[in-house]
């Protein structure tokens, strides 16, 4: 079993920045990629980027060029990195963590971008 723990939501103004983090627990030598959904109100929960065990990242289109995904092999534990938030980047996000045989979520953390 692997367990995650996000952190680092909040409200943030457009254009600004936020880092999210999410930690991994348990056993956490069977992921073979880590990454973030979101879920805005009223829409279906969306890919925002990945990063493979190698470092390969990948990213949804929206978010290319503002959002970096990162990893701290030490720590257990992957980042994201957002700057130059919209309004539009207003939901909860959600660690996620894919071993071979499953796939395992965290509780989410909520990001508010809103003047």
């Known amino acids: 079993q692997v367990q995650l723990v996000e952190s680092g939501g909040g409200l943030v103004q457009p254009g600004g920045s936020l880092r999210l983090s999410c930690a991994a627990s348990?056993?956490?030598?069977?992921?073979?990629?880590m990454g973030w959904y979101r879920q805005a109100p009223g829409k279906q929960r969306e890919l925002v980027a990945g990063?493979?065990?190698?470092?390969?990242?990948s990213y949804v289109d929206s978010v290319k060029g503002r959002f970096t995904i990162s990893r701290d092999n030490a720590k257990d534990t992957i980042f994201l990195q957002m700057n130059s938030l919209k309004s539009e980047d207003t939901a909860v996000y959600y660690c996620?963590?894919?071993?071979?045989?499953?796939?395992?979520w965290g509780k989410g953390t909520l990001v508010t971008v809103s003047s």
């Open positions: 996620y963590a894919t071993m071979v045989d499953a796939t395992t």
């Open positions: 990063i493979t065990s190698g470092g390969t990242t």
């Open positions: 348990g056993r956490i030598f069977n992921i073979i990629v």
